[in-house]
């Protein structure tokens, strides 16, 4: 559990389903989850500090052990309503829209392409950052996931996420977090800029 930036905590565990390595994140000030697994330290680790509230998913794939901290803490789950239909009955999962305010400073983003329910969120925290499910990854450098997990026509699946990247640019932030790989602290803007191709 690493405090990467002011007001936020990242940390990895291997998801027992696909057997790799997956990033959480933790947003104290507002106590937002985000794609969570249980961190080393167990849940008592977030008690004494600020116990989750919510937990945000950034796509419907993105449950974890949403489950077991619901249990601990009460917390609500949300996730983009055209995810819902993935959930089973039990996991009480709330539904939002793209441009809900979530929780204080952190706001829902349309990426899609890859599902109709792939979120950014914008997180307004310092320089700002911008937090990705499936459709941005970074293992030492920014990518999208192997063609083989785009679906029938990966190239047109990769043009929809290149626009909503570049739409995303409209932002103020300079951090990248995310589901999969690496978070990115300092010089996010002109990374993703670069590789989305807006030149800008």
């Known amino acids: 559990m690493e405090e990467i930036t002011r ?7 291997v998801h027992p389903r696909i057997k790799v390595e997956v990033s959480s994140y933790y947003l104290p000030d507002s106590g937002t989850l985000i794609d969570p697994m249980l961190p080393d330290e167990g849940p008592g680790w977030f ?11 950034t796509n419907r794939h ?15 789950v949300l996730c983009h309503e055209a ?3 993935e959930f089973e009955p039990g996991q009480e999962v709330e539904g939002f829209r793209f441009g809900d305010q979530l929780a204080p400073g952190v706001t829902a983003l349309e990426v ?36 083989r997990l785009l ?29 999969h790989g690496d978070p990115l602290i300092g010089g996010g803007r002109r990374a993703l800029a670069e590789f989305a191709g807006s030149g800008a």
């Open 62 to 76: 993105h449950y974890r052990q949403s489950r077991e901290f619901r249990a601990e803490f009460g917390c609500r």
């Open 112 to 147: 899609g392409s890859i599902c109709a329910e792939e979120s950014a969120l914008h997180i307004e925290l310092g320089d700002g950052l911008l937090s990705f499910a499936d459709g941005l990854i970074r293992y030492e450098e920014l990518a999208f996931v192997p063609d």
């Open 47 to 57: 008690a004494p500090r600020s116990a989750p509230q919510r937990i945000v998913l």
């Open 83 to 85: 995810g819902l239909h």
């Open 151 to 179: 679906g029938d026509d990966p190239e047109e699946v990769k043009r929809g996420l290149r626009h909503s990247l570049r739409a995303l640019l409209e932002r103020e932030f300079d951090s990248l977090l995310f589901a």
């Open 7 to 13: 007001g936020v905590f990242h940390w990895t565990a």
